[in-house]
């Protein structure tokens, strides 16, 4: 009976192993397709940080298709967007305290809806599929203008410009390029 009971633990902790193995393996081809990226933006004093994942096109119809318009995106692939600054920053005339945010986005066609989140660290979608966002947690909502290009941005892409005294945060994928611009 003693060895039966060893066996079956023994068995049990392999399972466990393979079952984690494939998990695994399924989070890192996950994470292949839409790779990790780091964009840092320094001035002065200023810092901001942004990690995120870069979904690509593949020949796929993305906005108004694979990210529906109206809808609440997780700003990339995998885990939700995060946002970092170390100092309070304006956004179309509104402020945004010093802190850790996730990003969110809704994309209309010719607009876009800019969300920062006091939520962070999750994954961007539940099991459900739907965003993985607390709304009661929003702390700044702004709406910016999409612009189409001719250009096509196979993999999303978040970069930093300055324009002048400001700068902005630039989103592109496929045609679509949508700027934040901010003050600090």
Known sequence: MRKFFIFSLIGIAVIAA????????QLKNTKSFSPEEYVVFEKDQLRIRVFYNRPSKKGREIFGGLVPYDQVWRTGANEATTFETNKDLIIEGQSLKAGKYSLWTIPHENTWTIIFNTEH????????GEPNRNPTLDVLKVDVHAVQQE???????IEFQETGEDAEMVLMWDQTLVSIPFTY
Do not use: H, L, R
């Open 18 to 25: 393979i079952v984690a193995f494939i998990g695994f393996m």
């Open 121 to 128: 660290g999750q994954w961007g979608v539940n099991s459900k």
């Open 151 to 157: 250009q096509v941005f196979e993999q999303f892409t």
